[in-house]
């Protein structure tokens, strides 16, 4: 009975953490769903040369976003050890990483605009596109140093804050957004570029928004006085480019593979493309929560793990995969029983809507395993644990799940139905070998325990 209680309790604080950080995701989802809607109104063009560079942009992004989430354990580790200082050194060093990585990515981006005309776009979609995505290059240093401070924040278990500036950062968004697309209160009509500089206010202002609050919030003092130490610790930031540097491409190997996934589907023709785009968007929102649901679980294992107790890192991580399996169980049962119903919100072409009614029974045994992965993906990050996986989920996607759907689409004549389930396929390889790494890198640590206790 005693036992039940201690898992009640960790499934409480595990969801406690999970909600504001899911929240604070889908703002960030919301935002670019605002951001297509309002340059959707200005025309075809805009609005495809937005999804060009969108694509493009955090395919890169994603690099440096690993970098920042490795703060999250590491300060978690360090409050976990009972180590304040250490926290507010982690903070530092995990900015000027972030800044000195955020001017390289910046670079990248901005001169990329010079090759998307190699990418046999129209030239009118290549000529906004390239504007754009030049506007756009400049918002990575303010949001790499947003994050750099969230993970922080996150790592304590501060997580309303970052909750409460993405939904502020939402209505100032679609306010600029309003402002700079359309040319009110006498400012001109930029259209794309309009939005672009819209989404750099706003990311700057969640930056300062966040570095404000957590240098002045009383909360956070006890923590701070690492950050202010005039002596770099190349050490720290040898670890925290250890743990991140695999965790940026891992993201970005698995964009890569979903990205790649779609120009497959498009080289079937359009109805499968849009069906695929409608499958992938619904599939998308619920993984936001379940990005949530892997941060917490990060949190919770790192922390345990700086406390040295095996158990209660196990109790953490197999937690957090219980969460995620109800979350995912239900959200699969939606998918199931609504597929009629869901693609109809997006289209009313009869191809499309019957093809996305197929894909979302593929995308309900999709989400059970992306939910494992994602949060295995989490709970090792937790454990200082970002090179084999980074290596498990290269074979998974690239060597198992591309070309079986590669060869279901276009051998077998599935079509989008066989790319989806070389995904599937390679999402259930992640989740199942990184679960069992899980567990037993936490019974290796059950080991190493008894072996000290016996000395």
């Not at 950050?227 to 040898?238: G, N, Q």
């Not at 989490?378 to 590669?406: C, E, Q, S």
């Not at 276009?410 to 070389?422: E, P, Q, R, S, T």
Request: glycine share 10%; hydrophobic share 55%; with cysteine.
């Amino acid at each position: 009975m005693k036992m039940k209680n201690i898992y009640k309790s960790e499934l409480s604080d595990t969801i406690k953490l999970a909600a504001p950080v899911s929240i604070g995701q889908l703002g960030h989802i919301a935002m670019g769903v605002v951001d297509s809607m309002m340059v959707g109104q200005v025309g075809a063009v805009p609005l495809a040369a937005a999804s060009l560079v969108t694509g493009i942009f955090f395919l890169i992004l994603v690099i440096g976003f690993g970098v920042a989430f490795a703060v999250t354990p590491l300060t978690a580790i360090a409050k976990g050890s009972g180590d304040n200082e250490e926290c507010g050194t982690v903070l530092r060093e995990g900015f000027i990483l972030n800044f000195f990585i955020g001017i390289i990515l910046f670079a990248v981006l901005y001169f990329a605009a010079d090759f998307l005309r190699f990418l046999n776009q129209p030239p009118d979609v290549t000529r906004e596109a390239a504007v754009y995505l030049r506007v756009l290059s400049f918002s990575v240093i303010p949001m790499l140093l947003f994050q750099n401070h969230r993970s922080f924040s996150e790592g304590l278990s501060f997580v309303s804050p970052p909750m409460y500036i993405a939904i502020f950062a939402n209505f100032a968004n679609a306010f600029f957004n309003w402002i700079l697309i359309f040319g009110n209160l006498g400012f001109p009509a930029l259209g794309l570029k309009g939005a672009g500089i819209a989404t750099l206010f706003t990311r700057s202002l969640m930056m300062i928004a966040m570095l404000v609050y957590i240098h002045k919030s009383e909360r956070f003092k006890i923590y701070l006085a690492g950050f202010f130490s005039k002596k770099t610790d190349i050490k720290l930031m040898k670890k925290i480019l250890e743990i991140g540097l695999p965790s940026g491409f891992q993201y970005f190997f698995e964009v890569a593979a979903f990205s790649f996934a779609a120009v497959m589907i498009g080289w079937i023709g359009s109805y499968q493309l849009a069906a695929h785009q409608i499958a992938i968007n619904l599939s998308s929102v619920t993984y936001m929560v379940i990005l949530g649901i892997s941060s917490a679980g990060s949190i919770r294992v790192a922390e345990a793990y700086g406390m040295k107790s095996a158990e209660k890192v196990r109790r953490a991580g197999f937690s957090a995969l219980a969460i995620s399996a109800g979350f995912t169980l239900i959200t699969a049962s939606l998918f199931f029983t609504l597929r009629g119903i869901l693609p109809t919100f997006y289209n009313d072409n009869e191809n499309v809507l019957a093809l996305a009614s197929q894909l979302l029974i593929i995308a309900g045994f999709f989400q059970i395993f992306d939910g494992a992965q994602a949060t295995d993906l989490g709970i090792l990050r937790g454990m200082k644990d970002t090179k084999k996986p980074l290596l498990v989920t290269v074979f998974a996607y690239w060597v198992i799940g591309i070309p079986v759907g590669y060869y279901l689409a276009f051998k077998l004549n599935y079509g989008a139905v066989g790319v989806w389930i070389g995904l599937t396929l390679g999402l259930a390889i992640v989740g199942i070998l990184l679960t069992l790494r899980f567990h037993l890198k936490t019974n290796r640590l059950f080991l190493n325990e008894r072996r000290t206790m016996d000395n």
